[in-house]
């Protein structure tokens, strides 16, 4: 399984061909929807400004690292401004790659605050470690931007197993100093929330039950605190595709996720509600959809009309099983009422 953006397509088909596993669109008809359509209402669009970054993690679905050179131009950042200048989109929610490593990550970020936009930024920690990047803690607290950042686990030695050596504690050391900066604090303003992905072919544990323990183990080792802990279920997408099939857990995988198909997270899965911006401008549903180029229709954001994609028919496949398993899972963390 060759899993690099040249083979997307290819990922695409093999996924929804696996022997066994009935087709997600047929899965949703047994209750009662013929297609999946997406809300009258857009609160997000979810931009990915590059797949540069400092880290090659092992359950990356966009195959993030330093030796990719995608990286959205300040005109297409422009593109989007425009979008949300003109249309009532509330959220402007940044990723990568890590999104530090575009240039005109700083810029974008004031001009949307500018519009109005509640601004999200979606951070690694490490790359806040090196010494170009050191002043963006306190550019992200001055701007008031919300921060999301991945900690697989509280412990060093399954988080550098998961993202790579000494992870853990640049990412402690960061986080100490954002709160020093206020993030974290519980009457606070300055929101800053934790992100736990599985280290292989499981489901998350309860996000509540987790939550606690992360939040009891990092304040008393490490006197860190934070908002909330959202966990997010692995998509076998890119980098963790290859896993999957590279340790003969693929057909597994698919099954774990196919029995647990949670109907009631149907009603609030992140597609519903956004739009994904791809680094050169593409639009799709999501950000898996954006990894595997199923495109909306627009497909570009040129040609952006909000009206064209409320109630819109959102594009499936055997990947979003991993949004509807167990008690669902989202950029925002799980689903289920």
Avoid at 90 to 95: E, K, M, Q, V, Y
Avoid at 97 to 107: C, H
Wanted: charge should be neutral.
């Amino acid at each position: 399984m060759n899993s690099n953006e040249n083979n997307i397509h290819s990922q695409v088909g093999y996924l929804n061909n696996i022997e066994g596993i009935k087709p997600f669109s047929d899965r949703i008809k047994e209750i009662g929807f013929n297609s999946l359509k997406s809300n009258p209402t857009i609160t997000t669009l979810q931009v990915n400004v590059g797949k540069v970054c400092n880290l090659m993690c092992k359950h990356c679905h966009v195959e993030a690292g330093p030796h990719r050179t995608e990286s959205m131009t300040k005109d297409t950042m422009s593109q989007c401004l425009s979008i949300l200048m003109k249309n009532p989109i509330p959220i402007l929610d940044i990723t990568g790659g890590a999104p530090e490593l575009n240039p005109n990550l700083s810029w974008f970020i004031k001009e949307a605050i500018k519009v109005g936009c509640h601004v999200i930024v979606r951070t690694n920690l490490t790359v806040l470690r090196q010494y170009e990047y050191t002043n963006m803690p306190e550019f992200y607290a001055d701007n008031n931007v919300e921060l999301v950042s991945s900690l697989p686990y509280y412990s060093e030695k399954d988080t550098d197993r998961q993202r790579g050596e000494g992870v853990f504690l640049n990412s402690i050391a960061v986080l100490s100093r954002l709160n020093e900066l206020g993030y974290g604090q519980r009457d606070g303003s300055l929101r800053l929330n934790l992100v736990f992905n599985p280290g292989g072919a499981f489901l998350p544990p309860s996000q509540d039950t987790i939550e606690g323990d992360f939040r009891r183990i990092l304040s008393k080792q490490y006197g860190i605190s934070f908002n909330n802990l959202y966990t997010i279920t692995n998509v076998p997408v890119g980098r963790f595709l290859t896993f999957l099939y590279d340790s003969k857990n693929l057909h597994r995988y698919m099954e774990r996720l196919t029995s647990s198909f949670n109907s009631s997270t149907i009603s609030r899965v992140m597609c519903r509600d956004q739009i994904s911006v791809g680094w050169d401008g593409q639009l799709y549903d999501c950000d898996f959809n954006q990894m595997l180029g199923l495109n909306c229709t627009p497909a570009h954001i040129s040609e952006f009309s909000l009206e064209s994609f409320k109630e819109r028919e959102i594009l499936l496949g055997n990947h979003c099983y991993a949004c509807t398993a167990g008690a669902g899972s989202s950029c925002g963390g799980v689903t289920s009422s």
